[in-house]
């Protein structure tokens, strides 16, 4: 599967918006992009995804370069209850239903 | 909201026990997936099953199996417990690829297995 890169870790203030970069300069036509994040002492959650175009639901919103070469997962408000660690993950339709999970971006918000 | 149910948060065991890790899934997904997390090694893929008595090999299978007898369950076996098993084991499910492509994964809260 193609490789993503993410920062370590980011910092926010409550109730500022937050993007989340991530590159995927190998990504095939087939490959969707996946957002999860984990929150302390839970298991990951699903946040979004997508394909081609940018995406919004209720957690939040994902942009999808042109060249789909990286993408922004955005928080619009962040809450302190956003402070998790953040995956970007690539999943190729032939890989079935695999994820493949890198190190993610550390999210601290702070009061 | 799917629900996605690991038998226990905690556990304690001594090498070479026999050790199993239960999960049921409250959805009738066909997918299901173990995994363990580590700090600095992220999750990875120990086995996962795409349908009742079928099963796959992840990742890092080596020293362990997998039954699902049932739909709704999957469980992790530990064959002979050794120290370089302790870790949180994640235990997830999704629908099958017929209900389409890009089905997300649902996790459970986590097993801290420790073995001593």
């Known amino acids: 599967d193609a490789k993503t890169t993410q920062p370590n870790s980011m910092e926010s203030n409550e109730e500022e918006p937050v993007h989340l970069p991530c590159n995927h300069s190998?990504?095939?036509?087939?490959?969707?992009i996946h957002w999860y994040r984990q929150l302390p002492s839970q298991g990951p959650e699903y946040v979004i995804h997508?394909?081609?175009s940018n995406v919004n639901n209720r957690m939040a919103s994902l942009a999808i370069a042109e060249d789909r070469k990286s993408s922004t997962l955005i928080l619009h408000r962040a809450t302190l209850r956003d402070a998790a660690v953040y995956y970007c993950?690539?999943?190729?339709?032939?890989?079935?239903?695999?994820?493949?999970f890198g190190e993610g971006t550390q999210l601290t918000v702070n009061p | 909201d799917v629900k996605v149910t690991q038998s226990s948060r905690y556990l304690v065991k001594r090498t070479g026990e026999k050790v199993f890790l239960e999960c049921v899934q409250d959805?009738?997904?066909?997918?299901m997936f173990w995994y363990r997390q580590d700090p600095g090694l992220g999750l990875r893929l120990i086995y996962f099953?795409?349908?009742?008595?079928?099963?796959e090999k992840g990742d890092i299978p080596e020293g362990y199996s997998v039954s699902r007898e049932k739909k709704e369950r999957f469980s992790l076996i530990l064959e002979s417990a050794s120290t370089n098993q302790t870790s949180m084991y994640l235990c997830?499910?999704?629908?099958?690829?017929?209900?389409?492509?890009?089905?997300?994964?649902?996790f459970g809260d986590g097993t801290r297995l420790s073995i001593l």
């Open positions: 997830a499910s999704s629908p099958g690829q017929r209900r389409g492509y890009g089905q997300p994964q649902h």
């Open positions: 190998t990504i095939s036509g087939t490959d969707y």
């Open positions: 997508g394909l081609t």
């Open positions: 993950i690539l999943r190729r339709e032939t890989s079935g239903s695999r994820l493949t």
């Open positions: 959805m009738d997904h066909e997918n």
């Open positions: 099953s795409y349908d009742v008595k079928m099963k």
